[in-house]
């Protein structure tokens, strides 16, 4: 896994043709909150995907931009 540019938050894998690989919907909450110093004040093993889908944002980057609003 590469450092990514600064003022970028963690660390992501990317795909080959360079683009950052998305998170899986999968991932629990608890684990991004770790990873990236928030909290969204919902149960730790609650999904990725079912969060996006709570507040009608597609990806992380928008579910973080709007948390941080």
Do not use: C, W
């Not at 938050?9 to 990873?35: F, M, V, W, Y």
């Not at 969204?40 to 579910?63: C, Y």
Request: proline share 1%.
């Amino acid at each position: 896994m590469f450092t990514d540019a600064p003022g970028m938050k963690g660390d992501r894998s990317r795909n080959e043709d360079g683009r950052l690989r998305q998170k899986r919907g999968d991932a629990h909450i608890g684990t991004i909150e770790e990873q990236y110093g928030v909290d969204f004040g919902k149960r730790s093993d609650m999904h990725l995907d079912t969060l996006l889908e709570q507040n009608g944002v597609d990806s992380l980057d928008e579910l973080l931009r709007k948390h941080q609003a």
